[in-house]
């Protein structure tokens, strides 16, 4: 089993920053592809980013790309969400998920999920 457990949500104004943090426990955290996702009011979860075990490898959906960075320590068996510059399209509850597969972008193909986090950007 995982668990897994987002902070750093919160309220930001348009063009703010906010940085997410996933903490990860109950299984080697530092062998599986994480990924970020979001899921806003009325619409499907949302790929964003993906980033290997060794953090070697990362992936950005097109809407974040150069705006959020994500990354990781494995020493402290964390993932984590730099988001900049952001809009108020991004408003929307946040995930991190573990995927003890090969490097996906999939939402069906990440097998533990977090409780999410919420994110609100006012304009």
């Known amino acids: 089993q995982v668990q897994l457990v987002e902070s750093g949500g919160g309220l930001v104004q348009a063009g703010g920053s906010l940085r997410l943090s996933c903490a990860a426990s109950g299984r080697t955290f530092r062998s599986y592809t994480m990924g970020w996702f979001r899921q806003a009011p009325g619409k499907e979860r949302e790929f964003l980013a993906a980033i290997s075990w060794s953090g070697g490898s990362t992936y950005y959906a097109d809407s974040v790309k150069g705006r959020f960075t994500i990354s990781r320590d494995n020493a402290k068996n964390t993932v984590y969400l730099q988001m900049n510059s952001l809009k108020p399209e991004d408003t929307a509850v946040y995930y991190c998920?573990?995927?003890?597969?090969?490097?996906?972008?999939?939402?069906?193909?990440?097998?533990?999920w977090g409780q999410g986090t919420q994110v609100t950007v006012s304009s």
């Open positions: 998920a573990l995927d003890s597969g090969p490097f996906s972008i999939l939402v069906h193909t990440y097998d533990y």
